[in-house]
């Protein structure tokens, strides 16, 4: 799924090509994409689009009128720039937003559609997409501790939980916690001072490094790679490959379908954390520390 990082390099790929632009309409290939009912897509062809910006993981178009597109990608959705007019070929391709100078194309892989797009006039009607979640990037430290640690949650859980941060997900929220060198499952109400101040240090460090990157990796073009599993990852996605840290092998934890990569060594005091399904099938065969393993 897309996070804050990839949401932010959309916006401002978006702000360069369509901001003062009109909006000429909007072309649905699947139905069920638009999951709203008013107002109806024939109703915005015309408008010009005002601001481009983003609510958590959804990417916000405002349009005139005090009209808002607000476009969600949940997983495997991907936004694309195409000629003015672009032809939606395929059964991934499920919409269609046409400007007058290109088309942006809502594209989505796999056979689960997910992804979203939803109309909304007003304040009132805008302000039912928000979450809660507050901007990781522009939170106090005092406020992030106190909106984390208000449930007792595991770190993990926390950092992605939308009503309390907005756009941090699975890969990130990995990232992050390697840079605090904190457990993912250690609990919000047991944090010390010190373990806070990493924490918040290293999400707003993290996530503005990554930032910096893509945005240096896309130049002036419109995003093509966006992916939850980069190059120059620390953990996430790179199980059983050194920590570049420690050296240590990448440990994982798969749950429904999210997973937890960390460092033993870095992040629990070389403790495996016990994965619920493989730790049942090994019983007492589980190892407990990174040496055992080792052995």
């Not at 000429?24 to 109806?40: D, H, K, Q, T, Y």
């Not at 006039?121 to 979450?131: I, V």
């Not at 896309?218 to 599993?229: C, L, M, Q, W």
Request: proline letters at 4%.
């Amino acid at each position: 799924m897309p996070e804050l990082p990839d949401i932010k390099i959309y916006v401002d790929a978006l702000k360069e090509r369509i901001e003062g632009h009109a909006l000429e309409g909007m072309r649905i290939a699947n139905p069920f994409v638009v999951r709203s009912v008013l107002p109806r897509p024939a109703d915005i062809g015309g408008l010009a689009v005002v601001g481009v910006g983003h609510q958590a993981k959804r990417i916000v178009i405002a349009l005139q009128q005090d009209i808002s597109i607000f476009i969600h990608l949940m997983i495997a959705g991907r936004l694309h720039w195409r000629e003015r007019g672009a032809v939606l070929r395929g059964r991934n391709h499920l919409a269609a937003l046409d400007f007058d100078n290109g088309t942006l194309v809502l594209t989505e892989a796999g056979t689960k559609r997910r992804a979203s797009i939803h109309l909304a006039q007003g304040e009132k009607a805008a302000a039912r997409f928000d979450q809660g979640g507050l901007d990781p990037l522009v939170i106090s430290e005092a406020a992030f501790r106190q909106r984390l640690s208000r449930e007792n949650h595991t770190l993990k859980r926390a950092l992605t939980d939308q009503k309390l941060l907005g756009g941090i997900g699975n890969a990130y929220s990995d990232e992050i916690l390697l840079a605090a060198r904190l457990s993912p499952f250690k609990q919000t109400q047991g944090m010390t001072d010190d373990e806070w101040q990493r924490l918040y240090t290293a999400t707003r460090d993290t996530l503005n490094i990554w930032i910096d990157r893509l945005r240096q990796e896309v130049g002036s073009d419109f995003p093509k790679k966006v992916t939850a599993f980069r190059e120059g990852m620390a953990v996430h996605g790179r199980y059983r490959k050194p920590c570049p840290v420690c050296g240590s092998p990448v440990q994982r934890i798969v749950y429904a379908e999210n997973e937890a990569n960390y460092c033993a060594r870095c992040q629990t005091g070389e403790r495996l954390l016990a994965d619920r399904s493989l730790s049942r099938l090994l019983k007492d065969n589980w190892p407990k520390k990174l040496e055992d393993l080792e052995e």
